[in-house]
């Protein structure tokens, strides 16, 4: 069936990530960029093109559409989301994608910048693509396979059913979200005009991963209020809130307790904004662990750190504050344990191995996964994301609209039959 399929995710790839979709953390809109609803309307278009009537993107830059059930069977609707966003932490703008054919294994010096070189020793990966075909960006820019990959191989996908009618399904909701970059990918999401039971985001590596447990994350800012006064005046009388933040800074464990130092199930806290003036300053932190108990102790632990320092300034003051972000979504899936099953099931009727996996990070999936729609994620290729060295391999991409296109065959055959 596939071996005769003419696969479009490639060439649809090449197009996507050349449209600029970058999202904005300091943005107040939503989306928090208009310019991600230029690919959003180039979906829209190229779904109805299929015969996906109902194919539209709302105001806030969400693409919903239904590929209609074929079967008499009362199949649950799934749902396949990506996000078309991409990360601020580096330049989508004009990316310039090169397809490698027949990558032999040696360096890759990227043309627009000699210093960014692709290596196998730096990422092994591409030592399992020797003989195949790769895809990079050109060296000024990320590539955007974070997450057009997946977008690409969802819309694939959606191609191969429209193509291949005989392919038992249920009814298909496709999902593309805006500002999942910026922890804001289900902020406006319309859950009634989804109407899915179970879903899978597209937002994965290597190939044969699948990730059903990912990290519980809050945000937390330290607020220090310090005094102030004119600095040829000062003398014992001046706090300066920027210097006790960078105490505070400094006061963080060296090794342990930070992303640079931890790695499986470890948690971490991670200061990712400091701004302010000599009066007031904040540090903005991420704070993450597998567990809800060890993401509380991590907060607390920062309170602690921060606390022991403000007390050598007692005419200065703290506020500290945490904010949920998302959970682990392996509580969700535990009470749905056929989600997963069933894409191991796909895994294996496409040849690919599976290679379970915890996400030291979270995906539209984990929020999702308690707003009702319990979604584990699934492999895209992806590999050297948020940076200029992003790659992917042709070969990877092509095996997961494959496990799309058994997944749903699952769920058809594995649904009995209404009477």
């Known amino acids: 069936m596939f071996d005769k399929y003419n696969y479009t995710c490639v060439e649809r790839f090449l197009r996507y990530v050349q449209v600029d979709t970058q999202s904005d953390p300091k943005s107040t809109t939503s989306p928090s960029t208009e310019k991600q609803k230029d690919l959003s309307k180039i979906l829209v278009g190229e779904l109805q093109a299929m015969g996906v009537k109902d194919a539209h993107v709302d105001e806030y830059g969400y693409v919903y559409a239904?590929?209609?059930?074929?079967?008499?069977?009362?199949?649950?609707?799934?749902?396949?989301?990506?996000?078309?966003?991409?990360?601020?932490?580096?330049?989508?703008?004009?990316?310039?994608?090169?397809?490698?054919?027949?990558?032999?294994?040696?360096?890759?010096?990227?043309?627009?910048?000699?210093?960014?070189?692709?290596?196998?020793?730096?990422?092994?990966?591409?030592?399992?693509?020797?003989?195949?075909?790769?895809?990079?960006?050109?060296?000024?820019?990320?590539l955007g396979a974070d997450d057009k990959a997946g977008v690409a191989e969802i819309m694939d996908f959606a191609n191969f059913l429209a193509t291949h009618p005989e392919v038992k399904h249920g009814t298909i909701r496709l999902l593309f979200t805006p500002d999942e970059e910026i922890g804001k990918g289900t902020a406006n999401l319309d859950m009634n005009k989804l109407g899915a039971d179970f879903g899978y985001t597209l937002d994965g590596g290597e190939l044969g991963h699948l990730e059903d447990e990912t990290f519980s994350a809050d945000a937390a800012v330290v607020t220090v209020h310090g005094v102030i006064a004119h600095p040829g005046y000062a003398k014992d009388t001046l706090v300066n809130a920027i210097k006790i933040a960078g105490e505070i800074l400094d006061a963080l464990p060296k090794k342990e307790f930070s992303p640079e130092t931890t790695e499986k199930r470890e948690g971490f806290v991670h200061?990712?904004?400091?701004?302010?003036?000599?009066?007031?300053?904040?540090?903005?932190?991420?704070?993450?662990?597998?567990?809800?108990?060890?993401?509380?102790?991590?907060?607390?632990?920062?309170?602690?750190?921060?606390?022991e320092v403000l007390q050598k300034h007692p005419k200065a003051r703290m506020e500290f504050k945490v904010t949920e972000q998302y959970r682990n979504m392996k509580e969700v899936l535990v009470q749905h344990p056929q989600v997963v099953t069933y894409a191991e099931e796909a895994y294996t009727k496409s040849k690919v191995k599976v290679h379970k996996q915890s996400i030291r990070g979270g995906t539209d999936g984990s929020r999702l996964s308690f707003m009702g729609l319990p979604c584990p994620n699934l492999f895209t290729g992806m590999q050297g994301i948020h940076s200029k060295k992003e790659w992917i391999g042709v070969r990877d991409m092509k095996k997961a609209v494959e496990v799309m296109v058994n997944l749903v065959q699952v769920w058809e055959e594995k649904t009995t039959r209404s009477l």
Request: hydrophobic content about 35%.
């Open 66 to 142: 239904t590929i209609p059930s074929n079967t008499d069977k009362p199949v649950p609707v799934i749902c396949f989301c990506s996000h078309v966003d991409t990360a601020p932490d580096c330049s989508g703008t004009n990316v310039k994608p090169i397809l490698h054919q027949n990558y032999d294994g040696k360096d890759i010096t990227l043309p627009d910048d000699n210093t960014q070189v692709l290596s196998a020793r730096e990422f092994t990966y591409l030592k399992e693509h020797i003989g195949n075909s790769i895809i990079t960006a050109s060296g000024n820019t990320l």
């Open 271 to 307: 200061p990712v904004r400091v701004e302010g003036l000599a009066e007031k300053a904040t540090i903005e932190f991420i704070v993450r662990d597998f567990t809800r108990e060890g993401l509380k102790a991590n907060a607390e632990r920062l309170k602690k750190i921060a606390g």
